[in-house]
């Protein structure tokens, strides 16, 4: 019923810049917070960047400075923009939506597919 539809990613030279895009789909009522993930191999799933529906956001301290997440909760939209990528930002990146499918429904977790970023040194 819900579905996160990510966009994005690919190859990029260390210092370069991608941008991740996710727009979530389906019976939505509310959501609450929408954000990315990531994944490497042999490494747990880590939070990157997340943003609340009061406007707060949430960073790993490794992305600080060079990565920001935005939302457009008219279109329940988000993306990441990522900058001065390192080699250890390669990763799958995973659209996460915390979000309520009608106004009586608890809170649900929904993902994305998942997106390739791959940054050579």
């Known amino acids: 019923q819900v579905q996160l539809e990510e966009s994005g990613g690919g190859l990029v030279q260390a210092g370069g810049s991608l941008r991740l895009s996710c727009a979530a789909s389906?019976?939505?009522?509310?959501?609450?917070?929408m954000g990315w993930y990531r994944q490497a191999p042999g490494k747990q799933r880590e939070l990157v960047a997340a943003t609340r529906s009061d406007g707060r956001t949430d960073y790993a301290d490794s992305v600080k400075g060079r990565f920001t997440i935005s939302r457009d909760n008219a279109k329940n939209t988000v993306s990441l923009q990522m900058n001065s990528l390192k080699p250890e930002d390669t990763a799958v990146y995973y659209c996460?939506?915390?979000?309520?499918?009608?106004?009586?429904?608890?809170?649900?977790?929904?993902w994305g597919q998942g997106a390739q970023v791959t940054v050579s040194s």
């Open positions: 389906g019976r939505i009522f509310s959501i609450n917070v």
């Open positions: 996460y939506a915390a979000l309520r499918t009608t106004m009586s429904s608890v809170v649900y977790d929904y």
